[in-house]
């Protein structure tokens, strides 16, 4: 069993929509390239609070969200590069956080997330 969000602050915290089937893969296939445990995942539907606030909750509901251990959050594109850094992918994470590539990291985000049955179809298969 996984431990509470509570008892992982020293970890950052990735926060996913429990409800979403591409979320739950994309989180799968982070959790098997993160075998350190680098950064702790929940569904967001089921963090208590602390550490989920009513603003936090609402942030859940639009986008992913990665809270840091110092308490900064960071919210969709750049969530996913911040998850990216922490489990090791340092000059990927990097260079996509630059502008113009962060940009399209962004806008690429939100289209996948407006259509992630039609992404879960093409990039999930059985």
């Known amino acids: 069993m996984r431990p509470s969000p509570a008892s992982s602050q ?7 929509d429990g409800d ?12 098997a ?6 950064i702790e995942t929940f ?13 936090l909750y609402e942030r859940c509901g639009r986008a992913v969200q990665v809270v840091q251990p110092d308490g900064s959050v960071l919210s969709a594109g750049r969530a996913v590069l911040a998850a990216l850094r922490i489990i090791g992918w340092r ?3 990097a260079v996509f956080s630059l502008p113009p590539f962060v940009w ?3 806008t690429a985000y ?3 997330a407006r259509n992630r049955s039609f992404f ?5 298969r059985p």
């Open 20 to 31: 979403c089937g591409f979320c739950r893969r994309s989180v799968e296939w982070l959790r």
């Open 33 to 38: 390239r993160d075998p350190e445990g680098r």
């Open 91 to 93: 000059r990927t994470a």
């Open 104 to 106: 399209a990291v962004e």
């Open 120 to 124: 879960t179809r093409i990039l999930f």
């Open 43 to 55: 569904p967001y539907q089921r963090v208590p609070s602390p550490p989920m606030t009513p603003q």
């Open 10 to 16: 020293n970890r950052p915290l990735l926060l996913w």
């Open 110 to 112: 939100w289209m996948v």
